[in-house]
């Protein structure tokens, strides 16, 4: 499975799904929208060339269970899922979507509840929220030898290049500024 790179826009307002289709980035990721809008966008999404990634907990009007991601995998078609929750990225590589496991540190129990959770249900990539804290990355991605996405409260170009350069394969962000 190929993993993202560099930066993935993340689209929470429908104003900058435009923008980030004339990014030269090649994911795009939603992370907030209605299930009926769903279709369109990731179809649009492919039209320009992109791949989409569906944040799972976030659609609204979807359910994070089994049948929420057969409806994903036979109707909607994304590239690939983030979800914070270890039955949906088991079913995501069940149904050969990249899978990318969604984990917040809040403190050292956290992390080591994450990297259980991870070593367990094996997702593709990690992404780490808040994606501020280069030590964490480094842990991570040490003890689960897993590709590191960063997100979440990066708001500088210095901070993508922090990130990038502590061992996160990619950032992703929703701040539009960061995207060129």
Not at 62 to 74: P, Q, S, T
Request: one cysteine or more.
């Amino acid at each position: 499975m190929d993993v993202p790179a560099g930066i993935i826009p993340a689209i929470r307002r429908m104003k900058d799904f435009e923008k980030a289709l004339e990014s030269e980035y090649e994911y795009v990721i939603f992370l907030e929208t209605r299930l009926s809008r769903l279709q369109s966008l990731v179809d649009y999404t492919k039209r320009a060339g992109k791949k989409a990634l569906i944040h799972v907990d976030l659609i609204q009007g979807l359910k994070a269970d089994e049948y929420g991601m057969e409806f994903l995998v036979r109707e909607i078609k994304p590239h690939g899922v983030l979800s914070t929750r270890g039955n949906i990225i088991k079913l995501a590589r069940k149904h050969k979507l990249l899978a990318i496991q969604r984990v917040f540190l809040l403190d050292s129990h956290a992390l080591e509840q994450n990297i259980k959770m991870i070593n367990r249900f094996q997702p593709d990539c990690i992404e780490v929220l808040p994606g501020i804290i280069p030590d964490a990355i480094q842990e991570l991605s040490g003890q689960t030898d897993k590709p590191v996405i960063a997100g979440g409260l990066i708001r500088s170009s210095e901070e993508v290049k922090n990130a990038l350069t502590q061992g996160a394969v990619a950032v992703t962000t929703s701040n539009n500024k960061l995207w060129n």
